[in-house]
């Protein structure tokens, strides 16, 4: 909710804002992206990366197509293929939109021999992949049919499963601090009556039984669902909701026996004999769209510095100070921040300031500030700090940024 008291529709408050927008012309559920929204989406995903990068995860690129063949073997084409898309002909051969990544990240693991050495191998992608939702549940970016997922599939031993799941849910804590969120709650999705699962009893019950594990050691409370595994394995699933109190899951973590068998992934063990890997399915953000309308709706705008489209307003108060606020804004862009100059072409200071409330901080140059190299700085939460040097400034900026804060001025 805003300060109003009204709930926030990520749908109007993204248009309102520039962030994103839809044409006929291009389809429904697939939004494109305005420069505001995709400084977010693009400070989102560098975030991820890094995270991953740190935790061990190598990044990798496969392509939005593939055979239907592999579908067929993933299992996607018979249980899942309500919600994909029709085959299309070249050259003789039917090739699909991917509805998922990880069977293009299993081909990638067994394209060569692995050793037990590498494990736990983990695989990580920023990928696109496709969903034929009906065009009557699609809404702004919560329901799309083109997704951006944070995706990434950990190859290893059964003994390295239960910790490669522990490690996944606190890259999922670190990050909702992060972004200044918290989950609903967490969810064990299990399956349900129905032939859209995979028919494997022992493998439900081995991978059922190490995500309680997982759940149980964490120390976190969780509710079990049936009817919302994935039809290959169950999974957590750490809910979220908006501000009307509607949840919807964000990110996810699953055990997955099924696929290493039907792709027949093999590693060396250090018998010399060949074994199977299991493979973890886990996703920090989930799908940078649904991510991003959570984060317009829980903030109304008013991201984290990290995360705003522009972070520092340079306000001059006079023509005569533009100069001095052209190059602060110059200084900001070599040292990687986002700052927008806004002139008194604009309007007078006080409108100019209420246009700029959504932005963590506005720098107000005058002609003593110019003369000096300072600033008179203001906080997007009312705080007034007196003339400081523009050095100190960026610097100070600069470190909340950096370290990801939530915080506006340490």
């Known amino acids: 909710m805003n300060d109003s008291g009204n709930v926030v529709d990520h749908r109007r408050l993204g248009r309102e804002l520039d962030l994103f927008d839809t044409d006929p012309l291009i389809g429904a559920g697939l939004p494109y992206w305005l420069p505001d929204g995709a400084a977010v989406r693009a400070a989102l995903e560098e975030y991820v990366r890094e995270a991953e990068r740190r935790a061990g995860y190598r990044h990798v690129y496969s392509p939005v197509l593939g055979k239907r063949e592999l579908y067929e073997i993933s299992g996607h084409w018979s249980h899942y293929g309500d919600d994909m898309f029709p085959p299309m002909e070249v050259g003789g051969e039917q090739f699909v939109l991917r509805p998922s990544l990880c069977p293009h990240h299993a081909l990638i693991f067994r394209s060569r021999a692995r050793s037990h050495r590498e494990l736990p191998l983990r695989m990580a992608e920023l990928g696109g992949m496709y969903r034929s939702e009906l065009s009557g549940v699609l809404g702004g970016l919560t329901r799309v049919r083109a997704i951006q997922l944070n995706d990434a599939h950990v190859f290893c031993t059964l003994d390295q499963v239960a910790e490669e799941a522990a490690g996944a849910l606190e890259l999922i804590r670190r990050a909702y601090e992060a972004m200044g969120i918290e ?222 804060s939530t915080g506006l001025w340490d």
Do not use: N
């Open 183 to 404: 989950p609903a709650r967490y969810r064990l999705s299990l399956p349900g009556p129905g032939g859209k699962y995979v028919a494997a009893p022992e493998k439900w019950e081995r991978s059922t039984a190490l995500l309680r594990e997982v759940l149980d050691a964490s120390g976190l409370d969780y509710e079990e669902a049936e009817g919302e595994a994935a039809f290959y394995g169950p999974k957590i699933d750490v809910q979220v909701a908006d501000p009307a109190g509607r949840e919807s899951t964000l990110s996810t973590v699953q055990v997955d026996f099924h696929q290493p068998e039907r792709f027949d992934l093999r590693y060396i063990g250090p018998d010399g004999a060949r074994h199977r890997p299991v493979m973890v399915h886990r996703s920090v953000v989930g799908s940078v769209e649904r991510a991003v309308a959570h984060l317009v709706e829980h903030h109304a705008g008013a991201f984290p510095a990290w995360l705003a489209p522009v972070q520092l307003a340079v306000l001059p108060v006079s023509d005569e100070a533009a100069p001095a606020a052209d190059r602060l804004a110059g200084r900001c862009a070599e040292r990687g921040l986002r700052a927008e100059v806004s002139g008194p072409g604009r309007g007078t200071l006080g409108a100019r300031i209420r246009a700029s409330r959504l932005v963590p901080y506005q720098a107000v140059i005058g002609p003593k500030e110019a003369a000096a190299d300072e600033v008179s700085l203001r906080l997007r939460d009312g705080r007034r700090l007196p003339p400081m040097p523009a050095a100190e400034l960026l610097d100070r900026v600069g470190a909340v940024v950096a370290a990801r």
